[in-house]
C-alpha cells in the first residue's frame, strides 16, 4: 500500500502542473484582462486612478487630463498616455514576457506563495483565509447531513422496495431534487427571514455582531443558527442522487447469489445486510465523495454565498474571474485542484477500509 500511495502523491505533480499550465494560457490569452479593465477604470475615474499607477507624477497624469473636454474632467474615448498605460502594465507584472510571468508563478506556487490581489489590495492567502471558514461550513455540514440522512434512507427503502415509504420518500426526493438550490433559498429567505411572515433566522454572515460576547455555548447555538437556512437551501437537492444511489446499490448486492448462500446458512438479515451486502454496497457511494465534497466546497455554494450575504470562496473566486483577478483565479484553481486530487487518494484508501478484498499493490 505504501509504494500505491506514492505512486498517487507523485502522480498529484503533473496533474496539477498541466491543469495549472492549460488554465494559465487559456486565460492569459483572452480578452479583458486586468490591464484593460484597469485602463477602462482610469478612464473613467481620472486623476484618482493616475496617482496610483504614476506614483503621483503630475506631468504625465496632467498631461493625460488635458485631453478631455473642457468641463468633462476626462475624456476616456481619447484613451491614455502611454507611460501611464506602461505604469499600468508593470503594476500588474504584465510588463514581462508570457513564458517569463509563468515560470514566476510555477516557481512560487512550489512554495505556496500566491503573491497579491490585483483589484483587492491584499494578500491572496490572507483573503483565501478570512473566506475558507464560510466554504468550510457550507460544504461540510451539507455534505455530512446528504450522506447521514441519504445513506440510511436508502437502505431502508432498498430493504422495503415497493412500500409506501418507498414510493413517497422517492417522490419527496425527486421533487426536492427537481427544485433549483436558490430559488429554494428565496423561499426560505421569504418565508422564515424577511419578517413578512416570520422572521426567525439572520439574512448576513456566518456568526452575529456580537459573537465575541457570547459564551461558548451561545456561540454554537449562533453559529448554526445562520448556517441553517444556507446549508438546507443547500442540502435539499442532494438527497435525491445519493438515496437513490444507496437504495439501488444495495438492491443489486441482495439480489446476488451470496446472499441467496448467507440466507441458505440460516444467517439473520441484519447480519446479512451488514456484514456481507453493506461493505460491496458502499463502494459505489464512497468512490463519489471527493467529487461531491468539492462540489459543495466550491462551486456549489457561490449562488447560495450571494444570496445570503456570506463571503466564501465560491463568491471570491467567481468575483475575481470576472475582475480577471489573475492571483486569485490561479491561487483558488491550484487549491482546488490539489485539494480534490488529495481527496481522491483518500478514497481510494477508504475502498481498503471497507473492502479488506481490495488490494491496490496487486495492481
Known sequence: MAAYII???????????????????????????????????????????????????DDIAGDTLQKSEPGTGYKGSRGLDPEVVEAIKHQFGFDKPILERYTDMLKNYVTFHFGESLFRGGNVIDLIKDRLPVSVS???WSTLIIYLVSIPMGI???????????????ALVIIGYAIPGFLFAILLIIVFAS???????PLRGLVSDNFD???WYQQIGDYFWHLALPVTAMVIGGFATLSML???SFLDEINKQYVVTARAKGLDERSILYKHVFRNAMLIIIAGFPSAFISMFFTGSMLIEVMFSLDGIGLLGFESTIQRDYPV?????????????ILGIISDLTYTWVDPRIDFEAR
Open 7 to 57: 505512486r498517487r502523491l507523485l502522480l498529484v505533480i503533473p496533474t496539477l502542473w498541466a491543469i495549472i499550465t492549460i488554465n494559465f494560457f487559456i486565460i492569459q490569452i483572452a480578452p479583458g484582462g486586468p490591464v484593460e479593465q484597469a485602463i477602462a477604470q482610469a478612464q473613467g475615474l481620472g486623476s484618482g486612478i493616475m496617482e496610483r499607477f504614476t506614483g503621483g507624477r
Open 138 to 140: 457550507l460544504g461540510v
Open 156 to 170: 431502508v427503502k432498498a430493504i422495503h422496495h415497493g412500500s409506501r415509504f418507498d414510493v413517497w420518500s422517492s
Open 195 to 201: 419578517g413578512n411572515y416570520l422572521d426567525w433566522f
Open 213 to 215: 460576547q457570547l459564551t
Open 246 to 248: 444507496t437504495k439501488n
Open 329 to 341: 483565479v490561479f491561487s483558488s484553481l491550484y487549491i482546488m485542484t490539489l485539494l480534490g486530487l
